[in-house]
């Protein structure tokens, strides 16, 4: 099974900043990850796919990179609606496996 | 617009089966795959299985074989699932989500249900 680590764990940031989230993948996986945006009670929302295409009606703020095993979900300019937590997914295996997900607080 | 709504809250004994309801609306259902997908308390996303709305076709993840079965009515627009023996470790909120695969090679879910909590407990 293809296992995805996210990094970190939980971010703490502030209004205006700049922030990236990690994720690898354990095995080569060219660019089959999506990333998902997830509010307290709330079902995911997607962000990303395929690692650099945002989902229409997602600001232009968030961005994706990457391929192979590194993949990098930012975003530049941190708004109030924006914390939240994020997981990364695989579509590359049959399982479409998640990352941990990570909490991003002010 | 796109809306996928689920049926609500269950609490369910070991042993017992949850069917799950999923209706869509505000695009053509034959069109899109049906995923489902469960999120246990405080944890991660786990994917379960998806339908095809066009064939009935099925896919499930190997833990679930056996005791998953995913169905659509075309003529609701509506996708269940049933989960059956249920166990404690199936606590979690369920969600359907429509499924890009066939459309986009990176197989996104790009909408979701409201999600359903099942809460299995003697």
């Known amino acids: 099974d293809i296992q995805m680590t996210q990094s970190p764990s939980s971010l703490s940031a502030s209004v205006g900043d700049r922030v990236t989230i990690t994720c690898r993948a354990s095995q080569t996986i060219s660019t089959y990850v999506n990333w998902y945006q997830q509010k307290p009670g709330k079902a995911p929302k997607l962000l990303i796919y395929?690692?650099?295409t945002l989902q229409g009606g997602v600001p232009s703020r968030f961005s994706g990179s990457g391929s192979g095993t590194d993949f990098i979900l930012a975003i530049s300019s941190l708004q109030p609606e924006d914390f939240a937590t994020y997981f990364c997914q695989e579509s590359y295996s049959f399982l479409q496996t998640f990352g941990q997900g990570t909490k991003l607080e002010i | 617009q796109v809306q996928l709504v689920q049926s609500g809250t269950e609490v369910k004994k070991p042993g017992a089966s949850v069917r799950v309801s999923c209706t869509t609306s505000?695009?053509?259902?034959?069109?899109?795959?049906i995923s489902w997908l469960r999120q246990a308390p405080g944890q991660g996303l786990e994917w379960m299985g998806w339908i095809s709305t066009y064939n009935t076709n099925t896919n499930y993840a190997p833990k679930f074989q056996g005791r998953l079965a995913l169905t659509a009515d075309t003529s609701t627009s509506t996708a269940f699932m049933e989960l059956r023996s249920l166990t404690s470790d199936d606590t979690a909120v369920y969600y359907c989500?429509?499924?890009?695969?066939?459309?986009?090679?990176?197989?996104?879910?790009?909408?979701w249900g409201q999600g359903t909590l099942v809460t299995v407990s003697s």
């Open positions: 505000g695009y053509t259902f034959n069109n899109f795959v």
């Open positions: 989500a429509r499924d890009r695969r066939g459309l986009d090679y990176s197989k996104p879910f790009d909408y």
């Open positions: 395929a690692a650099s």
